[in-house]
């Protein structure tokens, strides 16, 4: 790996305008699971009697609020989480000089907590929930469950839904439009913890024009360009390895 890192850190250096695109393996090592390993939260048996991915369906969470706000509430939302060292080698990139965007496809905030100064957040954040009626935003830590556990705005009474994109919803166009503008003006582009399945996110990757592409990540991914560094190894310790010898 030692070749690997070397190669790295010299696609980092030789780069101005860097974008960190980050998909849910950058959080396992927070305690947060991913959604398609083997122990993924769309794979290994969650104990409900309908699939994970219907869950979180814009469908489901309007037919049953109930199931769908205990599920998110067990297995979405990790309030306690801290970053880990994928988080601080994208905000660590900055303190090189970089100009750093990261583009990530996670709800946990552990971006911003680990002080990313540009974070673009593609499925939204567990951390902003807006009441469904008057609009008013609720912070996590402030929502009010009903007796069935689901979260009401204090002054409508109404449904306070989390501003995280489900299933058969659309993504935020400026946010959307940002991550691509980013994308497309980086000099280098690092993939890490992502299978780049799920699209549109995963298709952003096509509006890249640099030459300089760096994948971390534990599994393969479907990248086929002859110019990209592949790096298929734990990425705590590919980062804090490259980090601790810079």
């Known amino acids: ?7 790295m850190q010299a696609l980092i250096q030789s780069s101005a305008r860097i974008v960190f695109f980050s998909g849910a393996g950058v959080s396992t090592n927070s305690g947060i699971p991913d959604f398609r390993s083997a ?3 769309f794979v290994a048996e ?4 309908y699939a994970p991915e219907q869950i979180v369906s814009h469908s489901f969470y309007h037919r049953f609020p109930k199931i769908f706000f205990e599920f998110y509430f067990d297995k979405l939302v990790h309030r306690h989480a801290k970053p880990n060292v994928a988080h601080q080698f994208a905000k660590w990139l900055e303190t090189l000089g970089k100009e750093v965007v990261v583009v990530t496809q996670n709800i946990d905030g552990l971006h911003q907590q680990a002080g990313s100064t540009n974070v673009l957040e593609l499925h939204g954040s567990v951390w902003r929930n807006t009441c469904t009626e008057c609009g008013q935003s609720y912070s996590l830590v402030d929502l009010i469950l009903d007796q069935n556990g689901i ?3 204090s002054r409508e009474g109404a449904i ?3 501003e995280v994109v489900l299933y058969e919803e659309s993504l935020d166009e400026s946010v959307l439009n940002a991550a691509i503008n980013a994308i497309a003006a980086a000099d280098l582009l690092i993939i890490a913890g992502t299978s780049l399945v799920v699209y549109p996110a995963a298709g952003l990757v096509n509006y890249f024009n640099g030459e300089k592409m760096i994948v971390v990540n534990q599994t393969s991914v479907p990248i086929y360009r002859s110019d990209v560094l592949t790096i298929q190894h734990e990425m705590g310790e590919v980062f804090e390895q ?3 010898n810079w």
């Open 151 to 153: 979260p009401r705005c």
């Open 39 to 41: 122990k993924g939260l």
């Open 1 to 7: 790996m030692l070749e690997n890192l070397k190669a």
């Open 160 to 162: 306070v839904k989390p």
């Open 46 to 49: 969650q104990g409900y009697h």
């Open 242 to 244: 490259l980090m601790t």
